[in-house]
């Protein structure tokens, strides 16, 4: 689960809690909307604590891209197509020579 899908979740569920929670201790409006801000707010704010808690203790560290290297295979990659793009278009100069010959000889 993605981490921004993590909080939504939590932070839903903080919000249904909230409503049920000020909806039994609430006397006034004013205090269901306080109880539902301040729970859904708590929530909200531990989901992002266990996130970034959670990606902390993986330990994932950047890794330097292998430019060099990586350029050296595409150079190798486009020579190899450039040399067989050489061959393919020596062999249809060749193919009409040859099918040229072949009618000179059937005549």
């Keep these: 689960m993605r981490g921004h899908n993590f909080v939504s979740f939590i932070t839903v569920q903080g919000f249904i809690i909230s409503i049920v929670f000020g909806i039994l201790h ?4 004013e205090e269901l909307l306080g109880y539902v801000v301040l729970i859904s ?3 909200y704010m531990f989901a992002h ?3 970034g808690f959670y990606y902390h203790t993986l330990g994932i560290k950047a890794h330097p891209f292998p430019k060099q290297a990586h350029e050296r295979h595409l150079d190798a990659f486009v020579r190899e197509i450039n040399k067989r793009e050489q061959f393919i278009d020596a062999y249809y100069i060749h193919k009409e020579e040859l099918i040229e010959d072949q ?3 059937k005549a």
């Excluded at 609430?26 to 409006?29: E, G, R, V, Y």
């Design 49 to 51: 604590i266990c996130i």
């Design 103 to 105: 009618d000179r000889r």
């Design 26 to 29: 609430a006397d006034t409006a």
């Design 41 to 43: 707010f708590f929530f």
